[in-house]
């Protein structure tokens, strides 16, 4: 017996998502057939305001619903500082703590010979065009995750950045190899801040 055909499609859009199977999809479709219509309604909802709303600040990359978005226009924010990161969620991550109160930059990835992403597919241009543009900035802390890759999109930036006379600093202690900036604790990245290298 085949599904009913808004049923296939449900099981489908669920399949898109990370890490679930066709098992899974089935069952988070028949759970959402019995939800409160309300909810079902409101879940729709954030799904396409996610979608149509947000895009990506044109300073930082950041996400965001008004560009710039809200760190690029606090002015009460140390001018001096740009903190680089991978992925849009990782300033959530560094921005909770009390520590720091600079600026950021997203790359949206980070440079991977084997997955063929190269300078060029990710943030950087728009990053070196702000210190350019931006005498304030005095140090760049380079934020991506301690993986093979997150070392040489550092060492990368620190190469471009330099010549310019800009301090590039890399994360210290505390972020063990392979480790994710989404998951470390507060204290984690504290320490990774304050012990920050010198590239
Ligand atoms: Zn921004």
Redesign the pocket.
Known sequence: MQYPDSISKLIDSYMKLPGIGEKTATRLAFFTIDMDKSDVMTFAKSLTDAKTKLHY??????I?ED???????DTSRDQSKVLVVEQAKDVMSMDRMDDYHG??HVLHGVLSPMEGVGPDDLNIASLLRRLQDNDKVQEVIVATNATPEGEATATYLARLIKPAGIKVTRLAHGLSVGSDIEYADQMTLMKAVEGRTEL
Not at 67 to 73: K, N, R
């Open positions: 600040c044109s300073i930082c990359g950041n965001t560009d710039p978005c809200v760190i690029c226009t600026l950021f």
